[in-house]
Each structure stands twice: as structure tokens, then as C-alpha cells.
């Protein structure tokens, strides 16, 4: 059972998540349709309540909105809206 599903939500049999394909998937937020781009991540470095400390393939660190992205069940990708990719400050 789902996290969703133990909350009452009916999930369709063929629910895509978005992580099936290399296509960007989208989702409903309050600003309406978003578009998110799969990131490769090497790992969380760290976590708050509200955000993820991301390392990514090329070593670089950006703080990342939990409220914003969706992160993979194994941890080795995030998706995060196309206006945030390219808006990143990075860290040290």
C-alpha cells in the first residue's frame, strides 16, 4: 500500500511516477502544470525539514526545496521544475 492509497487516494493501476522514461513528467502545483527535469544525483549530503542538500554528478551542492521536488525512492534522482534548474545556487 502506498503512502497516498493509506490516505484514501485511488491510484490507477498504470500510475506513471515519471521515473519509467527520460521524459520530464509534470505535475499540478499551485501555479498550475510544472514541468520537471530528472537530475542525476551522486547523493543527499543533507536534510532539513524543508530542504535537501544535493550533490550532484559534477560534485557541485545546491540547497533544493523539498516542496519542489519529488526524490527518487532510491535516492539517485531528483526531479525539480525546469525554472528551478536553471535559477540553482550553488554552495560550497
Given at each position: 500500500?502506498?503512502?497516498a492509497?493509506?490516505?484514501g487516494h485511488d491510484i490507477p493501476n498504470d500510475y506513471d511516477d515519471g521515473y519509467g522514461g527520460n521524459k520530464s513528467s509534470g505535475y499540478y502545483?499551485?501555479?498550475g502544470s510544472v514541468t520537471l527535469?530528472?537530475?542525476?544525483?551522486n547523493s543527499i549530503?543533507?536534510?532539513?525539514?524543508?530542504?535537501?542538500?544535493v550533490k550532484f554528478k559534477d560534485n557541485s551542492k545546491a540547497w533544493i526545496p523539498k516542496s519542489e521536488s519529488i526524490l527518487?525512492?532510491?535516492?539517485k534522482i531528483i526531479s525539480i521544475p525546469t525554472w528551478m534548474l536553471t535559477n540553482l545556487?550553488?554552495?560550497k
Open positions: 500500500m502506498s503512502f492509497e493509506e490516505f502545483s499551485g501555479r527535469e530528472k537530475c542525476h544525483i549530503e543533507r536534510t532539513t525539514a524543508k530542504a535537501y542538500l527518487s525512492n532510491d535516492s545556487k550553488f554552495v
